[in-house]
């Protein structure tokens, strides 16, 4: 019913920058809130930055102030902006969004598939 395309993940040295997409697509009515989680090895998946249409946005602090998250809603898309990356920043980036698929029903989450972000030193 939904699908979400990630692109823009890979290898970047430390200090660089990076660009994550995420197209939303299927029966979608409308997003409540978009957001990029990231799971590096043997760690649990984290949330890295959200944007929600009731409170805005948050990220975490790990990021806060390298990273830029936006949106389109004409395309239904989400960005990241990547800045100043480190070798921490290693992981699988996730998209995620919390979508109506009616008016009537209770909104669901879906996932990406998952970008590898990999930040050599």
């Known amino acids: 019913q939904v699908q979400l395309v990630e692109s823009g993940g890979g290898l970047v040295q430390a200090g660089g920058s990076l660009r994550l997409s995420c197209a939303a697509s299927?029966?979608?009515?409308?997003?409540?809130?978009m957001a990029w989680y990231r799971q590096a090895p043997g760690k649990q998946r984290e949330l890295v930055a959200i944007i929600t249409n009731e409170v805005g946005i948050n990220y975490a602090d790990s990021v806060k102030g390298r990273f830029t998250i936006s949106r389109d809603n004409a395309k239904n898309t989400v960005y990241l902006q990547m800045n100043s990356l480190k070798p921490e920043d290693t992981a699988v980036y996730y998209c995620?969004?919390?979508?109506?698929?009616?008016?009537?029903?209770?909104?669901?989450?879906?996932w990406g598939q998952g970008t590898q972000v990999t930040v050599s030193s």
């Open positions: 995620n969004i919390i979508a109506f698929l009616s008016p009537v029903v209770a909104p669901s989450r879906f």
């Open positions: 299927g029966s979608i009515f409308s997003i409540n809130a």
